[in-house]
């Protein structure tokens, strides 16, 4: 019979989880904060490189002015 779900014996069952469960959850946990972690730093960079393409694109502007 397999662990019951629902109630005290589920509860139980959750809380009695194997070491090797308990190993996949944090290593599934670590991998989705690299990734955010990733995201993060490929979200910035992306931030950067349009502030620095918003500050060309005046630079020309003001420079077309001028002349």
């Known amino acids: 019979m397999g662990t019951p779900t629902t109630g005290v ?3 139980i069952g959750s809380i009695n989880q194997s070491g ?7 290593t599934a946990v670590q991998a989705a904060a690299a990734k ?3 995201a993060s730093g490929i979200i910035g960079a992306a931030q950067s490189l349009s502030n620095t393409a918003a500050s060309a694109a ?3 502007r003001d420079g077309a002015r001028a002349s």
Request: no cysteine; proline share 0%.
């Open 9 to 11: 014996d589920g509860a």
């Open 36 to 38: 955010g972690a990733a």
């Open 58 to 60: 005046g630079a020309v």
């Open 20 to 26: 090797e469960d308990q190993l996949k959850i944090a």
